[in-house]
């Protein structure tokens, strides 16, 4: 997986399979519409807003400095072939759908655990913070 959009981009690929677009779609046209613009700026500052999601995959409030270094490293990261049920990103990206009004529940089946009281907190005050909910 491509470690962001706009290095996907100017490596000459045509997008990324990752689930910020769904969450900010607005934000995805942006950084595209930069690129095609040859607005590199532009595609700096959409791109640092899905730097700052790492609460929305991770249930845990970070600063969005701290945001932007975690998520750089972890997704420099091998990826594994197994599912590792300490992994919440299923149930935290259904609950973000869920909060932003989309008919979606936040169930998932074991080994994946549901989304707790205090991590749907910490994703609508980051979805908030972001302009996405």
């Not at 609460?55 to 270094?69: H, K, M, R």
């Not at 975690?70 to 599912?83: L, V």
């Not at 919440?88 to 089946?109: C, D, M, W, Y």
Request: net charge positive; with cysteine.
């Amino acid at each position: 997986m491509t470690v962001l959009f706009q290095d996907c981009l100017e490596a000459g690929g045509a997008g990324v399979f990752c689930p910020h677009p769904l969450l900010g779609p607005k934000d995805a046209k942006t950084i595209w519409q930069a690129f095609k613009d040859g607005d590199r700026k532009g595609m700096e500052k959409a791109q640092s807003k899905f730097l700052q999601t790492l609460s929305l995959f991770s249930g845990v409030d970070f600063s969005p400095e701290d945001s932007a270094t975690i998520f750089k490293k972890i997704m420099q990261r091998p990826m594994s072939e197994k599912p590792d049920p300490s992994n919440q990103n299923h149930s935290l990206l259904k609950e973000a759908l869920r909060l932003q009004g989309f008919p979606i529940t936040n169930r998932v089946k074991l080994p994946y655990q549901p989304v707790t009281p205090e991590q749907s907190a910490i994703l609508k005050k980051t979805l908030e913070s972001l302009g996405w909910l």
